[in-house]
């Protein structure tokens, strides 16, 4: 860990991600899934590289929250971290957090790959609240809701609230 904010990956963690995104973009494939309107959409069917990513920024965000990670290949009903978080993940500096339109009443954690090991935390927000504040839109045939970097999102602090209640948790 960098600071409370970012995580670096050991050796073993990044071969895990790896794998993991692999063996995701294999499944969509041989599955005729299509990849939504995020950057994957561009790519060849077969370059498995953002899903690489977010399958690594999942594991950065169940080791910086301290939950449990089921790097699961085609089940996309359940939460991505800790039955209770969906994780997102980009490399651009002004990237968006992708919220789908059947969005989950969980949180949404926008995660940033700065470089192959390290991933940062950039913010949250809530499933509701994104339909709430944004407006739907459809790119590249893929309606979702984008939030722009630039928003302000929620702080790493309130999700630990949220997940383990403000009473549980002492911060002196």
Request: proline share 6%; charged share 20%; glycine share 8%.
């Amino acid at each position: 860990m960098i600071d409370d904010h970012t995580a670096t990956l050991t050796d073993a963690e990044d071969y895990i991600g790896t794998w993991v995104g692999k063996a995701r973009r294999k499944y969509a494939v041989e599955n005729k899934l299509e990849p939504g309107g995020g950057a994957t959409s561009h790519l060849a069917p077969d370059d498995s590289t953002n899903d690489i990513m977010g399958a690594k920024g999942e594991y950065v965000c169940s080791i910086l929250l301290n939950l449990y990670w089921r790097p699961t290949i085609g089940q996309t009903d359940k939460s991505d971290v800790g039955g209770c978080i969906e994780s997102r993940t980009t490399r651009l500096h002004k990237g968006h957090l992708i919220v789908p339109p059947n969005y989950k009443n969980v949180p949404y954690v926008l995660m940033l790959e700065l470089d192959r090991y390290n991933y940062k935390f950039l913010g949250w927000l809530h499933g509701s609240n994104v339909a709430a504040m944004f407006k739907l839109e459809n790119r590249n045939n893929a309606p979702a809701y984008w939030v722009p970097q630039s928003t302000p999102l929620w702080p790493y602090d309130d999700l630990l609230k949220w997940i383990y209640g403000a009473d549980r948790l002492s911060f002196s």
